[in-house]
C-alpha cells in the first residue's frame, strides 16, 4: 500500500532537491561592487566626519578626490595580493589528495573553488580599476559620503539627551542648541577659503 504523500526517488523529485547552479563571475563581481561602493562610501564618510570636527577642516572638493583615489588604490593592492596567495594555495593543492584536516588545508578537490575565488577577485579588481577612473561612479560615492556626514554630524548635535516628554525646559534647549549651529555654520561660511573650498552647505 502506497502512502499517501510520500515522495518518490524519479529523477523528477532529485531535481528538485539538488542546488543550485553556482552564480556567475560576473554575477558575483558585480555583487562585489556593490560591497566595495558600500565600503568606500562609509570610509569616506569618517574620514570627512574626523576631518571636520578633529581637525577643523572644510570641505574640499580637491582632497576628497584624493583621498577617495587613495582608498581604492589601497583595495586593488589589497585585491592583488589575495588573488595571488589564491593562485599560489592552488598550485599547491593540485598535488594533494586525499581529505583535508582542517579548514585551510586544500587538496585536489578544492582546486575548482580556489579557481574561481581567484577568477573573481582578479576580475574584480580589474573592475574596481576601471571604477577609480569613472568620474560617474566616484562623484555619487563622494555625494553619497557628504550627505551621510552631514546627518550624522547634524544629528549628534540636535539631538536631545533627555525624553523631552521629560522636561518642560526642552524647547528653550533646543532653540539654545539650534542657535548655537547656526553660529558654528555662519562661522565656518565667513572664514572659509572660496577660492578652492565649499562648505558642506553649499553646492
Request: no cysteine.
Amino acid at each position: 500500500m502506497r502512502v499517501r504523500g510520500r515522495r518518490s526517488d524519479s529523477a523528477a523529485d532529485l531535481a528538485i532537491i539538488t542546488p543550485a547552479e553556482e552564480p556567475s563571475v560576473e554575477r558575483q563581481v558585480e555583487e562585489g561592487v556593490l560591497i566595495v561602493a558600500a565600503s568606500l562610501r562609509l570610509s569616506m564618510k569618517n574620514r570627512l566626519i574626523v576631518r571636520a570636527l578633529r581637525d577643523g577642516e572644510l570641505y574640499d572638493d580637491t582632497w576628497m578626490t584624493g583621498a577617495l583615489r587613495g582608498e581604492i588604490d589601497d583595495l586593488i593592492a589589497e585585491k592583488t595580493s589575495d588573488a595571488d596567495r589564491l593562485e599560489n594555495t592552488r598550485a599547491r593543492a593540485q598535488s594533494r589528495r586525499g581529505r583535508p584536516g582542517d579548514p585551510a588545508d586544500y587538496r585536489r578537490m578544492d582546486v575548482h573553488a580556489l579557481a574561481m575565488r581567484e577568477q573573481i577577485t582578479r576580475v574584480l579588481t580589474m573592475r574596481m580599476a576601471e571604477l577609480a577612473d569613472d568620474r560617474t561612479f566616484t562623484d555619487a560615492i563622494i555625494a553619497a559620503a557628504r550627505e551621510a556626514a552631514l546627518d550624522e554630524m547634524l544629528g549628534s548635535r540636535l539631538k536631545p539627551s533627555f525624553d523631552p516628554a521629560d522636561d518642560p525646559t526642552y524647547a528653550r534647549e533646543r532653540r539654545l542648541r539650534i542657535n548655537a549651529l547656526k553660529e558654528d555654520i555662519w562661522t565656518a561660511y565667513v572664514d572659509r577659503d572660496w577660492s578652492t573650498r565649499t562648505s558642506f552647505f553649499v553646492p
